[in-house]
Nanobody
């Protein structure tokens, strides 16, 4: 079992910055990847950025060059630094922890409750 809890978020003007943090607890040694996803009203949840235990990162094209995902020496604390925010970045941001377990390498996703990010124009 894993638990992931987000912190940060809030209201910022366009061009501003925010930092989100996510802390995982429980069987953190089973985590292979952590990431951030977001969901705007009326839209599907979409990937923002992910980072593997080895530090390999992946970003949505819409945030490349503006957002940076980072982890601690392990992978149980992950941050998302968001710079040059745009109104279209407004969404609920969810932390995701991907667990791998068992002899067959099964995977399971754990989600936080989400944190609101609002960017005013």
């Amino acid at each position: 079992q894993l638990q992931v809890v987000e912190s940060g978020g809030g209201l910022v003007q366009a061009g501003g910055s925010l930092r989100l943090s996510c802390a995982a607890s429980g069987r953190v040694f089973t985590i292979i990847q952590m990431g951030w996803y977001r969901q705007a009203p009326g839209k599907e949840r979409e990937l923002v950025a992910t980072i593997t235990r080895d530090g390999i990162t992946n970003y949505a094209d819409s945030v490349k060059g503006r957002f940076t995902i980072a982890k601690d020496s392990g992978i149980d604390i992950v941050s998302l630094q968001m710079n040059n925010l745009k109104p279209e970045d407004t969404a609920v941001y969810y932390c995701n922890g991907k667990q791998q377990y068992g002899q067959y390498g099964l995977e399971h996703d754990y989600w936080g409750h989400g944190t609101q990010v609002t960017v005013s124009s």
